[in-house]
């Protein structure tokens, strides 16, 4: 059997996902702590926004939400549960201008599926259109490596390997580059789930 990977496996999922995150009990608990940060009305980066059930908590919020993902089934449905917001189809790790500057960020769970080695390229991406002073919301699952069983599913007789890695403060703090600063851990409703809150620095320290 041949197995599909990350993109295929969210292509397909993506109704799930939506059902799942558009509940109101879906939103973490940091959210207020994060947004509290943020200028009124400023632009935020909903970044691996999946379905955009972050963004539309966002702009409920009175932001105006950017979002990128590279699943075409996910954004289909972002796009129409959210219209007017922008949303770009790209990689997290190959740079994304297109969504101009921003004054925060969320990756809610994007981290998952980028491997240990390529955290600090992730984390350089941020930086290019994150504002001076921003603030970068992250989640990761709480952890470190490979994780087999989250990685591995099998839908309707096809196989998907998504590849879901486990990271931990220490690998972030790690990664994160001269550019950011490492300001708190955040609530967490799930003890699985890590939130880390990261603010671009004003100037990069060398």
Not at 82 to 91: A, E, I, L, Q, W
Request: glycine share 10%; charged share 25%; hydrophobic share 40%.
């Amino acid at each position: 059997m041949s197995v599909l990977g990350c993109e295929a496996f969210y292509d397909k999922t993506a109704p799930r996902w939506a059902e799942k995150g558009y509940a109101d009990e879906a939103e973490p608990v940091c959210m207020d702590r994060f947004c509290a940060l943020l200028p009124a009305g400023g632009r935020v980066l909903d970044l691996c926004c999946g379905t955009g059930y972050e963004s539309f908590r966002l702009r409920r919020r009175g932001f105006v939400p950017v979002g990128l993902d590279f699943s075409g089934g996910s954004l289909a449905i972002a796009r129409e549960k959210n219209p007017g917001v922008s949303f770009y189809r790209g990689n997290m790790l190959e740079g994304y201008p297109q969504v101009g500057v921003v004054d925060g960020i969320i990756c809610i769970a994007g981290l998952v599926h980028v491997e240990t080695p390529d955290l600090p390229l992730a984390f350089q991406r941020m930086a290019e259109v994150l504002k001076p002073g921003g603030y970068l919301l992250a989640s990761v699952r709480y952890g470190t490596g490979r994780m087999e069983e989250r990685s591995v599913a099998e839908i309707d007789g096809q196989a998907y390997d998504r590849n879901f890695i486990a990271h931990n403060e220490e690998e972030l703090r790690a990664a994160m580059g001269p550019a950011f600063a490492f300001v708190e851990e955040l609530p967490s409703d799930l003890k699985i789930w890590a939130y880390y809150l990261f603010q671009k620095l004003e100037e990069v320290r060398l």
